[in-house]
């Protein structure tokens, strides 16, 4: 009918699907963990506005966390956490990103799993989470190396 108006149309329509593809892209990148974890197991208090409750920590970054604890939290939940490391207390502002049932293997009742993202962290707190992640992935890697040898 209007062949003239092909040509732009198309070439507006292949512009946006190339810039909607980028944006896809980006969003997948960002969705994916850019910190390394570590599985540390760590006791935890969570302060919630319900009061303290207490478990512990499955794996750990410098920016979340998985925990594992009796009571439920909720998506998008904000809480407290203190995370008692051997040689400190970290206190760490979190949002609760997932929750989830878990049946930890050492244990015979349900659980609740619950990954959590930092929002709030001191950057002593975040240097000493990032050394202990390092130095458990390098202490993973030297014995994983000792089995491999034998």
């Known amino acids: 009918m209007f062949p003239e108006l092909y040509l732009p149309v198309g070439y507006i329509v292949l512009v946006s699907l190339l810039l909607l593809k980028d944006e896809y892209r980006t969003w997948k990148m960002n969705k994916k963990r850019l910190d390394a974890r570590a599985e540390?197991?760590?006791?935890?208090?969570?302060?919630?506005?319900?009061?303290?409750?207490?478990?512990?920590?499955k794996n750990i970054s410098a920016t979340g966390a998985f925990l594992v604890c009796r009571q439920p939290l909720y998506r998008g939940e904000f809480v407290r956490l203190i995370i008692k490391a051997p040689s400190r207390s970290l206190e760490v502002d979190a949002e609760i990103i997932w929750s989830t049932r878990y049946i930890p293997s050492h244990k015979d009742f349900p659980h609740n799993g619950i990954g959590v993202r930092f929002k709030r962290v001191s950057g002593k707190s975040r240097s000493f989470l990032a050394l202990a992640v390092h130095d458990r992935l390098n202490a993973d890697k030297r014995s994983q190396a000792?089995?491999?040898e034998r």
């Open 40 to 57: 540390i197991t760590w006791p935890v208090t969570v302060e919630t506005i319900s009061g303290p409750f207490y478990g512990e920590t």
């Open 146 to 148: 000792q089995i491999l």
